[in-house]
């Protein structure tokens, strides 16, 4: 896409979704520490500044949405808490879209609070494995056997496998760090051949989570990330305008290297230059009737 078609289809989307690991910033391999890469305190401002919706996406599980506000605030981000995202938030909607009223979750309290606060019963390994809906895994780093074990009887008990993430790694200040949730889940598939099921990025689950919130339909939103195989495929699938910045995981040359269909709509160097785009502002207007699809 062409700079000026660019600018033109910026111009008319109505709601902005950041990635947040290695696009907005970089934490320590805990998710913790945050520091701003360049411009991405004034791109919040800016959205701030002229109202228009936006959310912070992280496809960690490390921490509540609340302790990631607390953290980003400390590093200068003006959020407030409805601004964060986390698989486990689209988790929470989807079980109980799904009337799932318990679950097996493999993972620390980031990935297990959203759940509960939305009215779901977290079943930890040891526990009694009777009533069992889903099995949901995150961020968890100290898994044990007995974490595979119980997932495994689960699972040929019928119930399905749910993960926050099968990315193989993410961006932080000493480079990639493993994703935990697709190794446990890799083992449970070895041992059971049960199918996974992502909640967080690339899937549209997760980007009509998001679209819902802001009252912006799916293709009316612009999706930033640093990963073409998260924030550019899930953009893509969902009619959305994708932009790729190479401050994380991804090179220019691994943008590039997509088929067209599946490529970004244009790749910057970081958050900095996108900065023109939002001081002229997004034109777009919210669909006050939450136009995102069901899930």
Not at 145 to 156: F, G, K, Q, T
Not at 186 to 192: G, K, L, M, N, P
Not at 217 to 237: F, N, Q, S, T, Y
């Amino acid at each position: 896409m062409n700079g000026a078609a660019f600018a033109a289809r910026i111009a008319g989307a109505a709601g902005v979704v950041f990635d947040l690991d290695g696009t907005l910033a970089l934490g320590d391999a805990q998710s913790e520490g945050y520091r701003p890469l360049p411009g991405a305190l004034e791109a919040i401002a800016e959205l701030r500044r002229s109202d228009t919706p936006f959310a912070i996406f992280t496809n960690g599980t490390h921490h509540t949405p609340r302790a990631y506000v607390q953290m980003l605030r400390r590093a200068g981000f003006e959020l407030d808490e409805f601004a964060m995202l986390t698989p486990s938030v689209v988790a929470a909607e989807f079980f109980a879209r799904k009337r799932y009223r318990r679950v097996l979750v493999l993972g620390v309290q980031g990935v297990s609070q959203p759940l509960i606060d939305a009215g779901v019963s977290v079943a930890r390994p040891g526990d009694d494995e009777a009533g069992i809906d889903a099995t949901f895994v995150g961020w968890h780093p100290e898994f044990a056997l007995r974490d595979i074990e119980a997932a495994c009887r689960v699972a040929w008990a019928g119930a399905p496998l749910y993960t926050a993430s099968s990315a193989p790694f993410f961006a932080t200040r000493g480079g990639r760090t493993l994703g935990i949730s697709g190794v446990i889940c890799a083992a449970i598939r070895s041992v059971t051949r049960q199918r996974v099921t992502v909640l967080g990025k690339p899937s549209l689950v997760a980007i009509r989570v998001a679209a819902r919130r802001l009252g912006v339909a799916p293709e009316r939103l612009v999706v930033i990330g640093d990963d073409p195989h998260l924030e550019i495929a899930m953009a893509r699938a969902a009619g959305a305008c994708a932009v790729g910045v190479t401050t994380g995981l991804a090179g220019r040359d691994d943008f590039e290297a997509l088929p067209a269909e599946q490529s970004a709509h244009l790749v910057v160097d970081g958050i900095a230059d996108l900065l023109p785009h939002f001081r002229r502002g997004l034109r777009g207007e919210r669909d006050a009737h939450g136009a995102a699809p069901a899930l």
